[in-house]
């Protein structure tokens, strides 16, 4: 994404039909419209996208520890970061491939285990950490110095993208992606936080071309969240220029996502706080470790309506966006399709395991899945920094129902879905905005994302 403005005009409906998957259309064939790559074609892989950033060797570099001493509760110091950055954003796992390729796995889900998300910490007065934007290397386990001291007060993480790891498989729609994987990385953060006693919230509205400048984000990279991890002002202001680092090469543009974006960052300068509700499942690091995306389900076996009720309960998402439930062996719910409402599940039309499969893209989980787990809104967001928040909390949603399911020994797996058979299949006589899915139920075999040994640079307690 490295023409410097878009020549497209965008508002989020726009976008989100434009990257909408249609029973008529083969998922991969793009909608006829200029405004989308006609002549894009996904997941060659001679350009696969390059999974981790990298700078020069000469830049000043801080390991992390690998067993972090007892949280304090007064203010992030190193041991709270090197925790938080590994439980939110850290290598697992590894996997040596056929081809010599090592297989990473990290400690948030990712679609197609593509990871689009690069961490910073913008420190101010932590102990054992030298003021200065430092970037988060997951498969070192360590912290480089990019940028001069922030301005501000409050230690915070900015939480950056990178549109080409993600859209080098789903196109226009990898951005729709690369929300939902901020998203489960900030769930597991403000949880990891939370875990260390410290008062962390979320930021989603701010400058984006002053957060950009703070952490050194070319235009293949873009903010998406600020985490200040104590109160005051954040220290996310920038006193310098901070160093770029490589991305890797063959990045492609998509002058959809660059308006999108750029439509959304026009509308930074008011501030949004937002804070995610403990979530009673810990310990975390265990969670962590044992948490990965089922590969199969067993359509045999039922889970509990009071299991598939605490789950939900768990994503702890905002008014306006609502939860539906394709029950197919949940115990005490006949099989059908539900809304679900504060006072439980109201049917609102039948669901079978064919049409469960059809309307998850002919995926196998979504039709073996005990339930499939909808996150959607009466109707897009009119406003871009808004349609970017709607699919953020669906990602932080996603990631709290992972650690929840994982908690409760359910396998759980982030699916896709075809956007023109969501109303009916949900039971709406209107048009719904389809954010997240994800499918729950048991597994065959521990539900863990890869294999391998422990990779190098986990924490071990």
């Given at each position: 994404?490295?023409?410097?403005?878009?020549?497209?005009?965008?508002?989020?409906?726009?976008?989100?039909?434009?990257?909408?998957?249609?029973?008529?259309?083969?998922?991969?064939?793009?909608?006829?419209?200029?405004?989308?790559?006609?002549?894009?074609?996904?997941?060659?892989?001679?350009?696969?996208?390059?999974?981790?950033?990298?700078?020069?060797?000469?830049?000043?570099?801080?390991?992390l520890a690998r067993e972090p001493g007892s949280?304090?509760?007064?203010?992030?110091?190193?041991?709270?970061?090197?925790?938080?950055?590994?439980?939110?954003?850290?290598?697992?796992?590894?996997?040596?491939?056929?081809?010599?390729?090592?297989?990473?796995?990290?400690?948030?889900?990712?679609?197609?285990?593509?990871?689009?998300?690069?961490?910073?910490?913008?420190?101010?007065?932590?102990?054992?950490?030298?003021?200065?934007?430092?970037?988060?290397?997951?498969?070192?386990?360590?912290?480089?110095?990019?940028?001069?001291?922030?301005?501000?007060?409050?230690?915070?993480?900015?939480?950056?993208?990178?549109?080409?790891?993600?859209?080098?498989?789903?196109?226009?729609?990898?951005?729709?992606?690369?929300?939902?994987?901020?998203?489960?990385?900030?769930?597991?953060?403000?949880?990891?936080?939370?875990?260390?006693?410290?008062?962390?919230?979320?930021?989603?509205?701010?400058?984006?071309?002053?957060?950009?400048?703070?952490?050194?984000?070319?235009?293949?990279?873009?903010?998406?969240?600020?985490?200040?991890?104590?109160?005051?002002?954040?220290?996310?202001?920038?006193?310098?220029?901070?160093?770029?680092?490589?991305?890797?090469?063959?990045?492609?543009?998509?002058?959809?996502?660059?308006?999108?974006?750029?439509?959304?960052?026009?509308?930074?300068?008011?501030?949004?706080?937002?804070?995610?509700?403990?979530?009673?499942?810990?310990?975390?690091?265990?969670?962590?470790?044992?948490?990965?995306?089922?590969?199969?389900?067993?359509?045999t076996v039922h889970i509990g309506e009071s299991?598939?009720?605490?789950?939900?309960?768990?994503?702890?998402?905002?008014?306006?966006?609502?939860?539906?439930?394709?029950?197919?062996?949940?115990?005490?719910?006949?099989?059908?399709?539900?809304?679900?409402?504060?006072?439980?599940?109201?049917?609102?039309?039948?669901?079978?395991?064919?049409?469960?499969?059809?309307?998850?893209?002919?995926?196998?989980?979504?039709?073996?899945?005990?339930a499939v787990v909808f996150f959607v809104a009466?109707?897009?967001?009119?406003?871009?920094?808004?349609?970017?928040?709607?699919?953020?909390?669906?990602?932080?949603?996603?990631?709290?129902?992972?650690?929840?399911?994982?908690?409760?020994?359910?396998?759980?797996?982030?699916?896709?879905?075809?956007?023109?058979?969501?109303?009916?299949?949900?039971?709406?006589?209107?048009?719904?905005?389809?954010?997240?899915?994800?499918?729950?139920?048991?597994?065959?075999?521990?539900?863990?994302?890869?294999?391998?040994?422990?990779?190098?640079?986990?924490?071990?307690?």
């Open positions: 994404m490295t023409a410097p403005a878009a020549d497209v005009d965008i508002i989020p409906a726009e976008f989100h039909r434009l990257t909408s998957y249609d029973a008529d259309r083969h998922w991969a064939e793009p909608v006829d419209d200029p405004r989308v790559r006609a002549d894009f074609i996904p997941m060659r892989p001679g350009r696969r996208p390059q999974p981790f950033k990298s700078y020069p060797a000469h830049l000043e570099r801080l390991e949280a304090t509760g007064t203010g992030p110091d190193a041991d709270d970061l090197a925790a938080i950055l590994f439980l939110a954003a850290g290598v697992v796992r590894y996997r040596d491939e056929p081809d010599g390729r090592r297989t990473y796995f990290r400690a948030a889900s990712s679609a197609g285990n593509l990871h689009p998300i690069e961490v910073f910490v913008c420190a101010r007065g932590v102990p054992g950490l030298p003021d200065g934007v430092w970037h988060y290397g997951p498969r070192e386990h360590q912290l480089t110095r990019v940028g001069p001291a922030p301005r501000g007060a409050a230690t915070s993480l900015v939480l950056t993208g990178v549109p080409w790891r993600t859209c080098w498989k789903y196109a226009e729609r990898g951005y729709r992606h690369l929300w939902w994987d901020c998203g489960t990385v900030l769930a597991q953060a403000l949880c990891a936080a939370d875990e260390r006693g410290l008062d962390a919230r979320y930021l989603t509205r701010f400058d984006d071309a002053a957060v950009a400048r703070l952490v050194g984000a070319t235009g293949d990279e873009v903010p998406l969240a600020i985490v200040p991890l104590a109160a005051g002002q954040p220290a996310v202001e920038p006193s310098g220029p901070a160093i770029a680092g490589d991305l890797g090469k063959g990045i492609e543009d998509f002058p959809l996502i660059r308006a999108i974006h750029a439509a959304g960052g026009q509308q930074g300068r008011s501030v949004q706080v937002g804070r995610a509700k403990p979530l009673p499942a810990g310990p975390l690091d265990q969670l962590v470790r044992r948490r990965g995306s089922a590969r199969r389900f067993d359509p299991e598939l009720r605490r789950l939900i309960d768990a994503t702890d998402l905002p008014p306006g966006i609502r939860v539906h439930v394709l029950a197919h062996a949940v115990t005490g719910l006949p099989a059908a399709a539900y809304r679900w409402t504060a006072t439980g599940p109201v049917p609102t039309g039948p669901a079978d395991r064919a049409a469960s499969a059809a309307l998850c893209l002919g995926q196998d989980l979504g039709r073996d899945a005990s009466d109707e897009v967001p009119a406003g871009a920094r808004a349609y970017r928040e709607a699919l953020l909390a669906a990602g932080i949603g996603l990631g709290r129902l992972y650690l929840a399911a994982t908690a409760y020994g359910i396998g759980c797996s982030g699916l896709t879905f075809v956007d023109s058979m969501l109303p009916e299949a949900l039971g709406e006589s209107h048009s719904v905005a389809g954010l997240a899915v994800a499918g729950l139920g048991r597994t065959p075999y521990r539900a863990r994302s890869g294999g391998g040994p422990a990779a190098p640079t986990a924490l071990s307690r």
